[in-house]
């Protein structure tokens, strides 16, 4: 099987605009997280999907938001862009929901760079 | 706030010895997870231990877990200078989010 696919690998933007991150999970996994990793706060949970429907979200503002397809692929977008958005956004997917003896897949990351 | 709390941050030891790293956390838990992240990449799953177990293998890796003090411990044996990675204990947090520590950083050198 295919591993999980994040695109893209690598984004600069700038303070403002706003970004779409992208995940594919493993197939036939249904539940898809995303992480932030900064080094100051380390991996963080944003949010995770089940099925299409949120089932939790981290603490973080409104200005991040996700979603996930009838096909499992999942996109987070951020807006209006801070310089401490600047990260490595994981993804990870699962064929079951967090919470039961599942491991987690994690893809290979978002680098964005805000300037 | 972290649940799962790592030591040391830091550990450079030599090719061919053992590295031993260590977890703490604050609540009750079904399983305590490891994984291991080589620089800027993805982490990868290691081992996953259930609260009802004590110690699991996996090649040369060794977990424990003593769950009355709320530890658990890593033990990476013969160490390669490919076992070089950040490596994290993750447990689940309000049964719905998967909370990690900050990680401790491993150097092995040749």
């Known amino acids: 099987k295919a591993g999980v696919t994040q695109t893209p690998r690598y984004l600069i933007k700038t303070r403002g605009q706003q970004v779409t991150l992208s995940c594919s999970p493993i197939?036939?996994?249904?539940?898809v997280s995303w992480y932030q990793q900064t080094p100051g706060q380390g991996l963080q949970f944003l949010f995770e999907?089940?099925?299409?429907?949120?089932?939790n979200k981290g603490n973080f503002p409104g200005r991040f938001s996700g979603r996930q397809f009838s096909n499992s692929r999942s996109e987070m977008n951020v807006s209006t862009l801070e310089l401490g958005d600047s990260a490595l956004y994981l993804c990870?997917?699962?064929?079951?929901?967090?919470?039961?003896?599942?491991?987690?897949?994690f893809g290979p990351g978002t680098r964005l760079t805000v300037l | 706030s972290q649940q799962g709390e790592e030591d040391p941050q830091a550990l450079s030891i030599q090719e061919g010895e053992n590295a031993t790293m260590n977890c703490s956390y604050k609540?009750?838990?079904?399983?305590l997870q490891w994984y291991r992240q080589n620089s800027g990449r993805g982490l990868v799953h290691l081992i996953l231990?259930?609260?009802?177990?004590r110690e699991k293998h996996s090649g040369r890796l060794r977990v424990t877990l003593d769950t009355s003090k709320k530890s658990s411990s890593l033990l990476i044996t013969a160490s390669r200078a490919a076992d070089t990675a950040s490596y994290f204990c993750?447990?689940?947090?309000?049964?719905?989010?998967?909370?990690f520590g900050q990680g401790t950083r491993l150097t092995i050198n040749p």
């Open positions: 990870a997917s699962s064929s079951q929901p967090t919470g039961g003896n599942n491991e987690q897949f």
């Open positions: 197939s036939g996994h249904r539940s």
């Open positions: 999907y089940f099925s299409e429907t949120q089932r």
């Open positions: 609540t009750s838990i079904n399983n």
């Open positions: 231990i259930r609260s009802n177990e």
């Open positions: 993750a447990i689940i947090q309000g049964a719905q989010k998967l909370v």
